[in-house]
């Protein structure tokens, strides 16, 4: 099987799994997150997931987007560890029970290394910026 990064993410390309089936593999993975889920805001979690899901299918090119389906969020949850850092921080922030089971749970299936959240209340639908590096702008820094 051929894995390879596209567009933000890794999918399988030209194997016997195809992209559906990458798809269906990265929920099956996420499915004992609902556990944090159900102690976290739901609504802001779904509004987060629905728009990182806009974003992912179109590029970039939204601006309202709706709460994504519980397929959706299982998908975000398992394909970005940026989104899990940003559930992980969303469940913590939703009380003790939150915290602990997003601290044990982030152990197992980690967010984006480095990534830290601060502050204390962020609105909903946050979605990460794209940082590209440019090799070429290195050279001409001072």
Known sequence: MDITPYRGGWH???SKIGLGGMRRLQQFIAIPLLLVFALADRDVVLADAGRWAAIDETGGRCFDSPPAALSELLHML????EYRSLFY???AMHGVLGKVTARIAGVIWRGAPGLLIGGGTIGPAVHRARVRHDPRREKHRP
């Open 89 to 91: 921080f969303r469940a």
């Open 78 to 81: 398992g394909k970005y560890p």
């Open 12 to 14: 399988a390309r030209e």
